[in-house]
Nanobody, 126 residues
Framework: QLVESGGDLVQAGGSLRLSCAAS????????MGWFRQAPGKEREVVAA????????????RYADSVKGRFTISRDNAKNTVYLQMNSLKSEDTAVYYC?????????????????WGQGTQVTVSS
């Protein structure tokens, strides 16, 4: 089970940190991803991080639209993956979802993911 939190209304240029808490004892064996879906648009990948097998870190990958502004990270001790979002823009407004896959990752396609959270709303006002 994946539970996102941290979504909010924020002004353009501001920051938010999203969290995704996962249940289970094998969190480090899953690659994780953040996706988003804006009204009237298809779901798109934002960032992904590989599994770590118990080690810290993980390989990461970012969509061009967020590169340099967003950072994905994971804390295996807390079974949590984060998305730090800085310099937010109005076009970042969307429902953000986290997802988990048994693949090594970082996985970039939504059909590669096995589990999904319920989503958290991020609204950026201009």
């Amino acid at each position: 089970q994946l539970v996102e939190s941290g979504g909010d209304l924020v002004q353009a240029g501001g920051s938010l940190r999203l969290s995704c808490a996962a249940s289970g004892r094998t969190f480090s064996s899953y690659a994780m991803g953040w996706f988003r879906q804006a009204p009237g648009k298809e779901r798109e990948v934002v960032a992904a991080i590989s599994w770590t097998g118990g080690w810290t870190g993980g390989n990461t990958r970012y969509a061009d639209s967020v590169k340099g502004r967003f950072t994905i990270s994971r804390d295996n001790a807390k079974n949590t993956v984060y998305l730090q979002m800085n310099s937010l823009k109005s076009e970042d407004t969307a429902v953000y979802y986290c997802a988990a896959t048994r693949r090594v990752g970082p996985s970039w396609l939504d059909y590669e993911y096995d589990y999904w959270g319920q989503g958290t709303q991020v609204t950026v006002s201009s």
